[in-house]
């Protein structure tokens, strides 16, 4: 039976590295982007993108956990890499299924000013030579590169989300640059956040 207790269904660079600190710093195993060997004796899993083992686990059993013993927090789901392509915080039956097997999660969706996220997108790596390759649900092959395509997507994704979490108490969307935002998320998980701040700055694509 998995442990997972939180899940964030927040997009790349709205604060999902500083919400992985946060909740590594108050206790919890986070499994983040893909899967450490230090976090797992597990060798089958070593290296394995989260978004993978999401979708193993919905298609394999029903339960999107079902690879995730050990593990208490969920802190980044999507991968957009060498031809590997899964967003789970998009799914509306991935969602569903969560909700149904594990009745007591909570779930998070990080966020920051819509330009913000589109900034940061076009200064991290070659982020915004991807997007437009790949098939990204809301943001089919093609689009991406510019700004309003991308600020479109973003908006329309946490409309999506507020949309079917509408009178839940098990979704918090949290703005991670507010002041209160470390209280906010304590209140939601009903944990002490020993940490809180900025990680993972916006790293500049030389050249």
Known sequence: MSRVRVVNLGLPKSGTTTFNKAL????LTVADHRIRPRQTPDRALHGVFVGDLMYRGYFG??????????F????????????????????FGLIEALRERHPDLRFVATRRPTADICASMAGWSNMLDRLPVYEIPGLPRGYGREEDERARWIDAHYAFLARIFAGSDAYLELDVAAQD???????????????????????????
């Open 61 to 70: 059993s029903g339960d999107p956990l079902a690879f995730f013993e050990g």
């Open 24 to 27: 590594a710093a108050s206790g």
């Open 72 to 91: 208490d927090a969920i802190s980044e789901t999507s991968v957009m890499r060498r031809g590997v392509n899964f967003w789970p915080q998009t799914d």
């Open 181 to 207: 935002a470390a209280e906010r998320l304590s209140a939601h998980l009903g944990l002490e956040i020993a940490w809180w701040g900025r990680a993972n700055a916006r790293r500049e694509t030389a050249g």
